[in-house]
């Protein structure tokens, strides 16, 4: 007789379940302990949210600044003018 998993054994394993590492057959196991338990179900469903609400928090990667525009052009010409000059 196969046992479905507890609430604590589902919540350990839901990170696995949704990138798709469970075997078939935990993963059976785990989507019917979710079928039946609305805690884990609203606590997978929470755990799902955590990317989205994430990217809404969390500021869009800032601009270069031009402190470190200025220095990497910097770098550039002086690459360049040793290029030029045959060192390197």
């Known amino acids: ?7 604590r054994e589902t919540r350990e394993r839901l ?4 990138e798709g590492a469970l075997s078939v057959r935990e993963r059976a196991l785990l989507r019917m302990h979710l079928l039946i338990c ?6 997978f469903r929470g755990l799902l949210a955590v990317p989205r609400v994430a990217r809404f928090l969390l500021p869009a990667e ?3 600044s031009r402190e470190g525009t200025e220095a ?10 040793q290029r ?3 060192v390197g």
Request: aromatic share 10%; glycine share 4%.
């Open 1 to 7: 007789m196969t046992f479905l998993p507890s609430c």
């Open 15 to 18: 990170t696995d379940y949704s």
């Open 38 to 43: 609305s805690a884990c179900t609203a606590f």
């Open 62 to 64: 800032a601009p270069p």
């Open 72 to 81: 990497l052009s910097a770098v550039l010409r002086r690459i360049s003018r």
């Open 84 to 86: 030029e000059k045959g």
